[in-house]
């Protein structure tokens, strides 16, 4: 069972693109954990910590993510969750999607994206058991 | 982190990761799951298990939150188990009762796991006994389980828990007619929530006529308690109560009980693994294509094929 932790740091109050993607997710047949608004970077990485989450889907509508993602990455580097992969939904203008990647976030999806394409990159590198 | 042993002693010691991963291979349902809640269960026993339910709505998760930040501060450390439906045709789920919980999660004492109920009916997920075990062996105090709060049919909490918590709201009176059989016989504990709003004592009185009419042990008499979770008020009362209850468990023997009652269900969970186990080999040989043709044909009995299988496979151990 693929397991995920949809997650909204930072202090953007859109939650709407993030429930979209948690329905997608479970009608594909994953458990989605689903945390609601206003998260730290803590609390998200504590969260995927204690689920046990294959993947972590961050949605950051704020403009915050250079700030946010650099920090959750490396909460995750210290609690070896090295083997979460990481994704980023949201409002991440195109200049920016390369630092996030060397961040370590291994995709980017925009507005507008198919959700079967994030089911599809998922099932692909996520092996299910 | 792969191998058992590394993380036996990482529950033990309490690690966030070690449970956290523990919890998964419990949830997979995989021989090393099965083997790991076999051998931790001998450590548990200390903990006190408390069960929360009732209908959708009526806000266990903000209670389980309130009650958690009260029995922090009284010093327990807190496990928390939180199930949620799957969806019964993709396998899915939306696990949310984290949302209600954010304040008392990020504290160390405190480790909340959600579990999707898995296709298992009851209101608990079948992972549940072994999540317990796993929380109970890694030294919490408390383990509280908010079940899925479809009403009726969550009868199996009272296996799991020592301490059932019903939680009702006002406004539910006809409700609780409706519920009455199911859920007021396995209420230890009646929590009127969200008692702030019109009702509440109407809804405290229905429970009271309720509960004269059942009582399985006339020496505990349930407790009704008003609590608004959402501000905390109510939490010292519930604490009371459950101090209480553990107390009566203890001078009745009924904890030595309950312990005895789960580790007959454990050796019986160990045997029908064995027999999963039997089965599974078994089918491997080149004799199970000829027993399968001979039971299908009428002309051996699958009662003594069972028992030729089990000879022939003890031999070989």
Avoid: C
């Amino acid at each position: 069972m693929i397991r995920v932790l949809v997650a909204k740091p930072g202090l953007d109050g859109h939650d709407r693109g993030a429930k979209v993607i948690a329905r997608a997710l479970r009608d594909a047949g994953m458990e989605v954990v689903y945390t609601g608004l206003h998260q730290s970077p803590e609390q998200v990485v504590d969260a995927a910590l204690s689920e046990d989450v294959d993947v972590l889907a961050l949605s950051i509508l704020s403009g915050a993510h250079p700030t946010l993602v650099p920090r959750i990455m490396e909460l995750v580097r210290q609690n070896h969750m090295d083997d979460v992969l990481i994704l980023l939904g949201g409002i991440i203008p195109e200049d920016d999607v390369e630092d996030m990647v060397q961040a370590g976030v291994a995709k980017v999806f925009g507005p507008g994206t198919d959700t079967n394409d994030i089911v599809r990159f998922i099932r692909e590198r996520v092996k299910d058991e | 982190m792969k191998d058992l042993d590394d993380l036996k002693q990482g529950v033990f010691q309490g690690q966030k990761r070690a449970i956290a991963r523990g919890l998964t291979w419990i949830e997979q349902g995989r021989q090393e799951g099965k083997l790991l809640a076999q051998q931790l269960f001998a450590h548990g026993g200390r903990a006190h298990v408390i069960g929360v339910t009732g209908s959708p709505g009526v806000g266990k998760s903000t209670l389980v939150n309130a009650l958690t930040l009260h029995l922090r501060h009284e010093g327990y450390k807190v496990g928390i188990l939180a199930v949620d439906p799957s969806s019964p045709f993709t396998g899915g789920a939306i696990l949310g009762d984290r949302i209600r919980m954010q304040d008392s999660v990020m504290d160390p004492g405190v480790f909340m796991r959600s579990l999707a109920s898995r296709g298992h009916l009851g209101g608990l997920s079948r992972a549940t006994f072994g999540a317990l075990t796993l929380l109970d062996a890694a030294g919490f105090d408390k383990i509280l389980i908010e079940t899925v709060g479809a009403g009726q049919s969550e009868v199996e909490i009272m296996q799991m828990a020592h301490t059932t918590m019903v939680v009702l709201a006002p406004g539910m009176g006809d409700d609780i007619q409706a519920i009455k059989a199911g859920i007021l016989e396995i209420g230890q504990i009646f929590v009127v929530n969200k008692a702030d709003r019109d009702g509440a004592d109407h809804t405290v009185r229905s429970i009271r006529s309720m509960l004269g009419l059942t009582s399985e042990h006339p020496e505990w008499m349930p407790p009704i308690i008003k609590t608004v979770a959402e501000d905390g008020r109510g939490m010292e009362e519930v604490n009371q109560a459950l101090f209480r209850h553990h107390q009566y468990l203890t001078e009745h023997g009924l904890l030595d009980r309950f312990r005895w009652t789960q580790t007959e269900h454990v050796i019986e969970q160990a045997v029908s693994d064995l027999g999963e186990r039997l089965v599974r080999k078994a089918r491997l040989e080149n004799s199970w294509a000829k027993r399968v043709v001979a039971v299908g044909e009428g002309s051996a009995d699958p009662d003594r094929v069972a028992e030729e299988i089990w000879r022939h496979t003890i031999q070989e151990d």
